[in-house]
């Protein structure tokens, strides 16, 4: 049985490690170096709760983690939020990340958000898919914004629109 929960400050460490693993095996973060306890804290203390961070977690171990951050911090993007989603290496592609995301959506409705945006990296169709399965949609294509493991990487553009009333 999985449990998703609001993050604590005690999930960090395990939140790190799912991280900096996909910071040195994967493009999924175009981050480059692994991040520091220090670091990460700072990132986990600006997570408010208009910005949350969930945790998927299965017999006493946080196997992923999902998170809303700021899009643009300019006033007119409020209602707009940029969502991550990580699973630990071992947990790929068993349903964990859609439970996770799809509760991160719940939360962002009663959050009055209106839209989520979504950035992928060009060769991961497994994170695509999930997305366009919980009702995101291709917006557009960065091209070779990134470049980590010495290529130059596009970035596909998802977003889906919620239910915010204005």
């Known amino acids: 049985?999985?449990?998703?929960?609001?993050?604590?400050?005690?999930?960090?460490?395990?939140?790190?490690?799912?991280?900096?693993?996909?910071?040195?095996?994967?493009?999924?973060?175009?981050d480059t170096e692994p991040r520091s306890m220090k670091q990460q804290e700072i990132w986990f203390n600006s997570h408010t709760s208009r910005f949350p961070i969930r945790v998927a977690e299965k017999d006493k171990t946080v196997i992923g983690w999902a998170a809303v951050s700021v899009f643009c911090d300019r006033c007119a993007y409020n209602a707009t939020g940029e969502v991550s989603l990580y699973i630990s290496e071992n947990y790929r592609n068993k349903g964990y990340g859609r439970k996770l995301l799809e509760e991160l959506i719940k939360v962002t409705e009663q959050l009055d958000y209106h839209v989520l945006i979504a950035r992928i990296a060009e060769g991961n169709q497994a994170s695509i898919h999930l997305f366009e399965s919980l009702g995101f949609f291709h917006v557009g294509v960065m091209k070779e914004v990134g470049y980590k493991f010495n290529r130059l990487l596009d970035v596909y553009l998802m977003q889906k629109l919620l239910a915010k009333k204005f």
């Open 1 to 30: 049985m999985i449990e998703i929960r609001l993050a604590r400050l005690d999930d960090l460490p395990a939140i790190t490690e799912i991280y900096n693993n996909a910071i040195m095996k994967t493009a999924a973060t175009f």
